[in-house]
């Protein structure tokens, strides 16, 4: 707004961070069941709440139903390769990709597409196309380290992906991958992301040691290291009355939750998709859903100035 500098917001907790990713996966999900795609998500769409992770989107003007698109093609370094490259109209495919690019952002605040590869000392039209169309490199990209981040430039990327559990990383990995990024292989479903997402969201709780939040994601019978103060935490054994691949994990709000419920069937709300159905094992309908795992769905907003404006509050991002 004008010339005043608003001050950059951060996530009060990891579990806020996680909410907000839930939120974002599950209005895209929603709106891509009912047949319309968004195709310009870019990181001036959301409204985030950095204290609860509730999310208000906007600049929805572009919304199309499947087929359609009204001139929109996206915004660089967020739209998907076909699009840069001008072979597709953005569609509920592209949609995807740049899902992708917004979820990884938010957790490693660094672009996955940006490393030493894709940093020229003079950025083109021709680079760009390059860059981030034809031939695209995934920082972390385990078949080559030619775009891995910048050292003393990229500090957050290489500090948080030592953070997050593998799985989450797998599926970047995946998401980034060349085959799936030139639509060789399919891009990653809503319902994917929301399985990963409210996994790690499960998994957080505090440290016996430091107090500070951390991942219990267990290996077996190893004991994890805290995030924070790197201090072994002990395995956490099974309760009598519950499965042998269930443990009790401490919770942010003293609550304790199964892990039972980490195997891969997690709940999810609205209607499922034919997609979702072909592409996916996970058991359907599913479990009822634990009363503080509820989610509040992200809320969509026109795209009219007053709206937007109304929105914007200074703990707002």
């Keep these: 707004m004008g010339g005043r500098k608003q001050k950059q917001a951060r996530f009060k907790s990891f579990y806020a961070l996680c909410t907000a990713a839930i939120n974002i996966i599950e209005a895209f999900r929603a709106l891509h069941n009912n047949g319309y795609s968004y195709q310009d998500i870019n990181n001036g769409n ?41 072979k597709n109209d953005p569609d509920k495919n592209s949609d995807r990709f740049s899902l992708a690019v917004v979820l990884f952002r938010l957790l490693f605040i660094n672009h996955p597409l940006e490393g030493r590869y894709s940093t020229p000392p003079c950025m083109t039209k021709e680079l760009e196309q390059k860059y981030y169309g034809s031939a695209p490199i995934f920082v972390y990209d385990p078949t080559t ?85 790197g201090k072994k935490i002990p395995h956490y054994k099974c309760s009598a009355n519950q499965k042998s691949d269930s443990a009790y ?54 795209a009219s100035p007053a709206t937007t404006a109304s929105c914007t509050r200074s703990r707002w991002i």
């Excluded at 950095?50 to 999310?55: T, Y």
């Excluded at 559990?165 to 060349?178: L, T």
Aim: contains cysteine.
């Design 46 to 86: 959301f409204f985030i709440n950095p204290e609860n992770g509730d999310v208000l989107i906007c600049d929805n003007d572009n919304v199309s139903p499947f087929g359609t698109n009204l001139g929109i093609m996206g915004k660089q370094r967020w739209m998907a390769p076909e699009i840069v490259m001008g």
């Design 145 to 229: 380290s030619e775009n891995r981040p910048i050292p003393g430039t990229d500090h957050n990327l290489k500090l948080f992906w030592n953070v997050y559990p593998d799985y989450v990383k797998d599926a970047f990995i995946r998401a980034f991958s060349h085959d799936v990024m030139m639509k060789q292989k399919p891009r990653i479903l809503e319902k994917e992301w929301m399985d990963i997402f409210i996994r790690l969201r499960t998994e957080i709780g505090r440290c016996p040691y430091c107090g500070q939040e951390t991942f219990y994601t267990f290996k077996g019978s190893h004991d994890i290291p805290c995030m924070e103060c």
């Design 249 to 302: 994990l401490p919770r942010l709000e003293n609550q304790f939750v199964d892990s039972g419920q980490l195997s891969g069937r997690y709940p999810h709300t609205g209607s499922r998709s034919s997609e979702e159905s072909e592409r996916s094992e996970t058991t359907w309908p599913p479990k009822p859903q634990p009363a503080h795992l509820e989610r509040k769905s992200a809320r969509w907003f026109s």
